[in-house]
């Protein structure tokens, strides 16, 4: 099989211009992503802040107002409406409204004073799980440090006791943000890279072009060049512009080097190029490529730790994370972008990505060899 | 607008979609098997977090502190590395989310009165994560506290939180996570359902056949949307009922209206996708638009993952034209609320304007290249 420079080189040109001649195309190529990465930029986030709290205060009185107020100001509640009557409460949560209900009862600063031991109820709205697991937290810790506080003021409460300091690495505020974006970057490679593989075959084959490549001179791996380099190269300028805009405009710290990064990168954008092309030469129609695409997506996203933690999943699903591409690139992107990690640290996802590029790579070669000698 | 005609339509698009046999299969059988999956696969709980000790006090006060750690099932104690500097190592590399350290000083500044510190390092990469892990270890290491300087008297703190948890009463993470991503994946599906549907007629290059005919758009766009709706509506029902049978998850809801409210939200989602076939007019095109348009959109800014009430305000309004928002509103809400359309109205109003604009944009689109 030989290789000739000048057919590639005119190949390249001939996919290149059909890959921007489009304008609408060229703006879903380097417009979108920018636009998606700064909107799901914002998205992803899971701090509790402000939640909305709608408050029950039957007591009314100082002390009722003074432990309202110790909620109010850690930041994490904030109080949207109140009432005195619980069936105000029950439509609010029910609306949507608020996700919390504090409900203070008759008597509260009576039985405060007298430390008997007054009880506060925290209602929370348990369709979000994971927002509700840590507003329960918040609650617990907020109610228990102004009780403390009211034993220490009246001494009844022994000085002494343990002093927990918590100090948090690499992201001492605990902001969600630095955490999600890398991840929205790795997504949105995945994705790109996909479409930019996925329908080329599959559409000549519709299209009936795809005979008039066979007959030409051009042999499999100059046509397999011509249908990756050019998407490549558009994957590698998606990938600047959304790390600059995840550096630039939302302050993510680059704490480790581009070097790591960019091998990573490379082998990442192969594995998902090659799969792509795979997809393409599978399927007989684009919309059944298209729906090749979809059903490896999905899972791609939510089995990667993107969002779901791989560690709460059964065994299983933990070994099966493993053939996931997106999960590896992550896991590099994380640590280079926030722990400053080198090579050394991430040997184990540069092997698995290694073995993943080159996988996806040989089964898209030999499946487009013998798609094209038909 | 002719019924026998509109019906043919509908008739004309089903056998077309028969001819695609995996296409169709994949169709019929794509959700309730993503459903599956995904139902038994993620889940938000956080347990067994790996945990590291380095115990500088060892004595049984210390010990006793760290056994809570152990015996209350969040943390998972994997590594004792031996001096400070090994805990650096541990953190870099995601060994351990938390490590908790015990100073020499612990016991006796304990037995004295004094204030004893005591140190917990967590890797505030993944700070979802590390805020429940602080907040568990910060529960635990306070009741230590209460107990060590009351010395087994009794005193009751003067407040106490008695919470409870409405809708999910035991913050199962499931019983979220399977409505919202009913939600999620009809709006992936429905998209991808008629995204290609026009685009593939002008490729083929029977839409001048089509035009030829007397149909008239609005019985085009109508009749190819039904086999859809009728694919969308077994899908939804098939994932339900996944959701009950395996899963157990409540529904409390009235079903009917769950299955009212999907049907407006398939009729806009669909035709949606259909106006992007019928605008683009490539396949290719369509695939990226409807990728971009409604894919990500649907997993990232439809509340199912993220809430939408922590999102900045312009963001959020960018949400209210995101109809996968009002669909997993709307499932969350009927199967775990048990609400009615006293509290779903505007949602339902929202998803009636969607299919109103999806299938008038539809014909729209249709309109310039018919005539």
Known sequence: MSISMLRVRELLKKELRQMLRDPKMRGVLFVAPIIQLVAFGYAVNTDIRDTATFVIDHDRTAIS????????????????????????????????????????????????????????????????????????GYAGQIVQQYGLKRATAARTFPAGGVDLRTRAWYNPELESRVYNVPAVIGVLILLMSLLLTSMSVVREREMGTLDQLTVSPLSATELMLGKTLPPMLAAFVILFLITAVAVLWFGI??????????????????????????????????????????????????????????????RVFQWLTLLNPLRHFLEVVRAVFLKGAGITDLWRQYAALTIMAAGTLWLATVRFRRTVAM | MNLARLLAMARKETIQLRRDARSLVMAFLLPVFLILIFGYAISFDVKNIEMAVLDESQSEASRDLIERFESSGYFKIVAHPASYGGVDELLQRGVVKLVLIIPPDFSRDLAAGRSAPVQILLDGADANTATIAQNYAGAIVARYS??????????????????????????????????????????????????????????????????????????VVIGKLLPYVAIGLFDVALAIVAGLVVFGVPLRGNVLLLSGMTLLFLLGALSFGMFISAAVKTQVLATQLALQAAYLPAILLSGFMFSISTMPIILQAVTYAVPARYYVTVTKAIFLKGVGLEALWVEAVAMIIFAAAGVSLAIRAFKKELA
Do not use: C
């Open chain 2, 146 to 219: 209460a107990e060590a300087v009351l010395k087994g008297r009794e005193l009751v703190l003067p407040v106490g939180a008695e919470s409870r948890v409405w809708y999910n009463e035991t913050l199962e993470s499931r019983n979220m996570i399977v409505p919202g991503l009913v939600a999620v994946i009809m709006s992936i599906i429905a998209a991808m359902l008629t995204a290609l549907t026009i685009a593939r007629e002008w490729e083929r290059g029977t839409m001048e056949q089509l035009a030829a005919t007397p149909v008239h758009r609005l019985e």
């Open chain 1, 65 to 136: 107002r003074e432990l309202l107020e110790a909620f109010e100001s850690t930041g994490y509640f904030e109080v949207v409406a109140s009432s005195d009557r619980p069936a105000d409460l029950v439509r609010a949560l029910d609306h949507g409204d608020a996700t919390v209900g504090i409900e203070i009862p008759a008597g509260f600063a009576r039985d405060v004073s007298a430390g008997r031991g007054a009880q506060v109820q925290v209602i929370l709205d348990g369709t979000d799980s994971n927002a509700a697991t840590v507003a329960q």
């Open chain 1, 253 to 314: 710290p680059m704490r480790g080097s581009n070097l790591v990064l960019l091998p990573a990168a490379f082998l990442y954008i192969v594995s998902g190029l090659s799969f792509g092309l795979l997809i393409s030469t599978i399927s007989k129609t684009q919309q059944e490529a298209f729906m090749s695409m979809f059903l490896f997506l999905l899972p791609a996203i939510i089995l990667s730790g993107f969002f779901y933690p791989i560690s709460s999943m059964p």
